[in-house]
């Protein structure tokens, strides 16, 4: 059994390829780092570093080569070999990889052979789609049906937190990937073109839109707000967020109000959901991932976007008329959030123009009462942000 993985970076080495390989198949990576391609085709092999208790599990992943992705035809005779598929090259390289993609479609549908499921593993909502009509615009109407009767575009929700690997391990292991030990991996169900493959802790799921948004109104929400708060504490690491009593018991609570809000939406295991949310909390705390404040609150124009974590998970709750506090205090303090260029646009801006306009600008939030409680918050926390939390947790 063959898998080809479309990216051969953290995410590809670090857990999809890692699936494959425990399950039995040989992956063919494709990438265009030449550094890359050739140390995997050099040793056939990789190690991969499990974060446990504070110490680095070594494990390998074996069987493992690598197309060059510039190489149109290798890509293509690979695609057409495959038995499953998987894309983790981030949202702004898809279009690159339309085009190879589509000769893989072309040469498969040439040799006469059966579906191809492709796992798309990107932090997009609706990726899938959005990569099968890149692919579509290079195919002709022939190949367009053979297209679209053979091949599955697989929605995954990626949770597993892959960390910078240290320098002391990557100057012994070039290949080396430090991950989490959390390795589930749930996918759509329902997308599958072909038989569904037996892959190692892959989770098939159907209706999908309750991991897509558990995965962005719990994980990604929590996380940021554990970022924005903790950059008002001065601290550098998630970790050190995490340990913060008060901002512990926040995020708890703004994790709570989203479980409860995402189990009304899809009559889901609120109990469930909440199991959820003490798992993310402990992991959170694993300082070997390293995860930075820095990192995790970045880019506050897309992160306090309309439906992006923490202003889509206030949505949904006010939607099912459920409490938002916790999570509007995450929403302020990221109005405050300005270690990179698009957070210090949007700090300024509602410094000059005041909460509300932020809110309406970045977030699409209007709603009287939010705008109201928020501005609360945002005030407080500028004065200071431990009497702020305080405010919260003691109402």
Request: one cysteine or more; glycine letters at 6%; aromatic letters at 8%.
């Amino acid at each position: 059994m063959k898998a080809v993985m479309y990216g051969a970076g953290n995410i590809g080495r670090g857990f999809i390829a890692q699936l494959f390989n425990l399950s039995g198949y040989e992956t063919c990576f494709v990438d265009v780092n030449m550094d890359v391609v050739n140390k995997l085709n050099e040793d056939g092999k990789y190690p991969l570093f499990i974060t446990d208790k504070g110490e680095y599990i070594k494990t390998e992943v074996d069987r493992v080569r690598c197309a060059n992705g510039n190489d149109l035809e290798a890509v293509a005779r690979e695609i057409a070999e495959a038995d499953i598929m998987a894309t983790a090259v981030g949202v702004n390289i898809l279009k690159f990889i339309a085009k190879p993609i589509s000769e893989g479609v072309k040469a498969r549908m040439k040799a006469g052979r059966g579906p191809l499921d492709i796992i798309v593993c990107e932090n997009k909502i609706d990726a899938n789609i959005y990569l099968h009509d890149l692919i579509a615009e290079n195919l002709n109407d022939e190949e367009k049906a053979y297209f679209d009767a053979n091949f599955g575009f697989v929605e995954a929700s990626i949770g597993r937190m892959v960390p910078k690997t240290p320098d002391s391990i990557s100057a012994e292991y070039p290949l080396a990937v430090c991950v989490e030990k959390f390795c589930t991996l749930p996918v759509d169900r329902e997308a599958f073109k072909g038989e569904i493959p037996d892959i190692k802790n892959m989770l098939p799921y159907a209706p999908f839109e309750l991991f897509i948004q558990r995965k962005l109104y719990m994980h990604n929400m929590s996380h940021a707000l554990c970022a924005y708060l903790g950059n008002l504490k001065g601290y550098d690491y998630i970790w050190e967020a995490a340990a913060d009593l008060r901002i512990r018991f926040i995020a708890l609570g703004a994790l709570t109000q989203s479980a409860q809000s995402l189990a009304k939406e899809h009559n889901a295991d609120v109990a469930d959901l909440n199991d959820h949310s003490f798992d993310l909390l402990t992991r959170y705390d694993n300082k070997l991932l390293g995860d930075t404040v820095a990192r995790v609150g970045n880019d506050t124009k897309r992160k306090l976007s309309p439906v992006d974590r923490l202003p889509g998970a206030i949505k949904l709750a006010k939607k099912q008329g459920l409490p938002v506090n916790y999570m509007v205090m995450g929403l302020a303090a990221g109005l405050l959030f300005d270690r990179d260029d698009s957070s210090k646009e949007i700090c300024e801006y509602t410094k000059e123009n005041g909460v509300d306009a932020a809110l309406a600008k970045y977030s699409e939030i209007t709603d009287e009462d939010i705008v109201a409680l928020c501005t609360e918050y945002y005030h407080a926390l500028t004065k200071d942000a431990d009497s702020a939390m305080d405010l919260l947790i003691h109402a």
